[in-house]
């Protein structure tokens, strides 16, 4: 059977200066490269026989197939493996029948119509991209983002056509590309095509050993991320939900974890009171040059779009958090207002894993793509979901993370469980920012549930590779224990004798959120888990 796990494609031009191209290959492969492929557009046939003879020695040296792009003379000549094929090039079935039986033949695919042309034309494998922008070939297709492999990927169900991801793939966006790329039928790719950040490396070893360790951790730890966390068949589990989230209240009070948030102007200060008054500690930073420094500080990251600005600091603070290994929260508030906030939040969620997407009716429908809520503004029109549990659990799978639908009930799923919240108050929707507040008490949370896997992780709480895992913690309990914590307090706000409208709620909002109990959740929170 092929491995297409690490996939090379070999590009001369590439090579830092005094390295020799066989040299370079041999440490690629000795570093864990599983397949190669020899790509040359710009040299004359002999030359590239020559390459290609080479290349096919040290090849079976490793026992690792080799690959020609587009030549069928030269593959035919060497006797490669196989040979791959681009939109435009010769079609796979005139191939077949001039390259010797069980000859590998894949193909360069940029839509699903592309994929399904692949396995009707019988190609063993497709190469599914760009997914982001590269300098190591001229695109003729347009960037289809990490996002637009997973909705490809589900075109090859039901068949053994494999799929790698190809289109500036390094280190650096290696894992989050492996976590994105998943169908929400839970089709993941079989390997990763990288060019520059092996070939242009003066330690190509330890390019492909770092890029097949991200590959074997990712594996690893694929089930797990899965893996249903609350059983809707145990009598137990609204209790064990309950004391997650006051053991959460008690991580947060101990550690008093930073959350960064990078928001919109409208909410900065209450939503900064909001966090102290949790317990956490709160950090509004926007530039784009504080975004590595605090990644390595925070216990979680908010962003929220509301007013829309500060996107270069977003999409670093957003990578540098995964590279961290820390939550990532994202409020796409109004998204379904205009195109241009449509276009950002595409942008932002092709860059940057999400750990957990909060939005209303109507923010989270345009990011679905859905017409059943229609938005004004920032608020949502219509009676809503007709199938709330189905909508949150399907775009769950979709955008791999969990989704928080808010409304008078609120919904929280991560793909495989959903959890139904009937707390809070009417009064919350007179306020400027009540969302907003959720989605700060959601960072909060999940900042605590980071925490308190960080403390267990000596003990075996977390996976024993966790370079496998884009955030560390139940960021499912985090969201639910964020929604819980801030519809609790409205709750208990609103009772009070200095309460008498809108005004005189939100500092009450604030102070109950400060003197939240673990008993007063355990005795109010109105939870079902549905799914």
């Known amino acids: 059977?092929?491995?297409?796990?690490?996939?090379?494609?070999?590009?001369?031009?590439?090579l830092p200066q005094g390295k020799d191209y066989l040299v370079s290959l041999e440490e690629s492969l000795q570093g864990g490269v599983t397949i190669v492929q020899v790509r040359e557009k710009h040299i004359d046939t002999l030359e590239f026989l020559e390459i290609a003879q080479k290349t096919k020695l040290l090849c079976n040296k490793y026992n690792v197939p080799l690959i020609i792009n587009d030549r069928i003379d030269i593959a035919l000549a060497v006797q490669a493996d196989g040979v791959h094929l681009g939109q435009t090039d010769m079609p796979i079935h005139i191939a077949r029948s001039l390259l010797p039986p069980g000859t590998i033949l894949g193909v360069s695919c940029n839509t699903k119509e592309h994929v399904q042309k692949a396995i009707s034309d019988g190609a063993d494998y497709v190469g599914i991209g760009a997914v982001w922008g590269t300098s190591t070939k001229q695109l003729t297709s347009p960037v289809i983002g990490v996002r637009g492999v997973g909705q490809i990927l589900k075109t090859l169900d039901g068949t053994n056509v494999k799929a790698v991801a190809i289109g500036g793939i390094k280190s650096a966006n290696a894992l989050r590309t492996l976590h994105g790329s998943v169908s929400t039928t839970g089709h993941v790719l079989d390997g990763i095509a990288v060019v520059s950040d092996i070939v242009a490396s003066t330690t190509p070893f330890h390019a492909a050993q770092?890029?097949?360790?991200?590959?074997?951790?990712?594996?690893r730890n694929i089930t797990l991320r899965v893996d249903q966390r609350y059983d809707a068949t145990s009598s137990h589990i609204i209790d064990k939900i309950k004391n997650g989230v006051c053991n959460l209240m008690q991580t947060i009070k101990k550690t008093s974890p930073l959350i960064h948030q990078i928001t919109n102007v409208v909410v900065t200060n209450q939503s900064a009171n909001a966090t102290l008054a949790l317990g956490a500690s709160p950090i509004m930073a926007t530039a784009p040059e504080e975004m590595y420094d605090l990644s390595l500080a925070i216990g979680a990251l908010l962003i929220n779009f509301g007013t829309v600005k500060d996107k270069e600091g977003m999409i670093l603070a957003g990578q540098f958090a995964n590279a961290s290994q820390k939550p990532v929260v994202f409020d796409p508030v109004g998204v379904g207002a205009t195109q241009f906030r449509k276009r950002t939040a595409a942008e932002l969620l092709n860059?940057?894993?999400?750990?957990?997407?909060?939005?209303?009716?109507?923010?989270?429908?345009?990011?679905?793509?859905?017409?059943?809520?229609?938005?004004?503004?920032?608020?949502?029109?219509?009676g809503g979901f007709l199938d709330p549990a189905g909508f949150v659990k399907e775009l769950a799978k979709k955008e791999r993370c969990v989704i928080v639908l808010t409304g008078k009930t609120d919904w929280i799923s991560d793909g495989t469980t959903v959890v139904k919240l009937d707390?809070?108050?009417?009064i919350?929707?007179?306020?400027t920012g009540s969302g907003c507040l959720v989605g700060t008490c959601v960072a909060v949370f999940c900042g605590g549930a980071w925490a308190e896997a960080v403390s267990h992780e000596g003990n075996g709480a977390l996976n024993q590779d966790p370079s496998g895992q884009l955030v560390k913690g139940d960021m499912l309990l985090g969201a639910i224990s964020g929604v819980l914590a801030l519809t609790i307090a409205a709750e208990l706000a609103v009772e009070r004798s200095d309460v008498h409208g809108s005004g005189?709620?939100?500092?009450?909002?604030?102070d109950e959120l400060y003197h939240l109990t673990p008993q007063e959740i355990i005795e109010k929170a109105k939870i079902e888990v549905v799914s």
């Open 210 to 219: 770092n890029l097949s360790s991200i590959l074997g951790a990712f594996n």
């Open 423 to 426: 707390n809070g108050h009417e």
């Open 1 to 14: 059977m092929v491995d297409y796990s690490l996939y090379l494609v070999t590009g001369r031009e590439l």
């Open 504 to 510: 005189t709620f939100l500092p009450a909002l604030i």
């Open 351 to 382: 860059t940057w894993q999400a750990s957990v997407i909060k939005g209303n009716a109507a923010e989270l429908g345009a990011l679905a793509d859905s017409k059943e809520v229609q938005a004004k503004g920032v608020d949502s029109v219509g």
């Open 428 to 431: 919350l929707g007179d306020i």
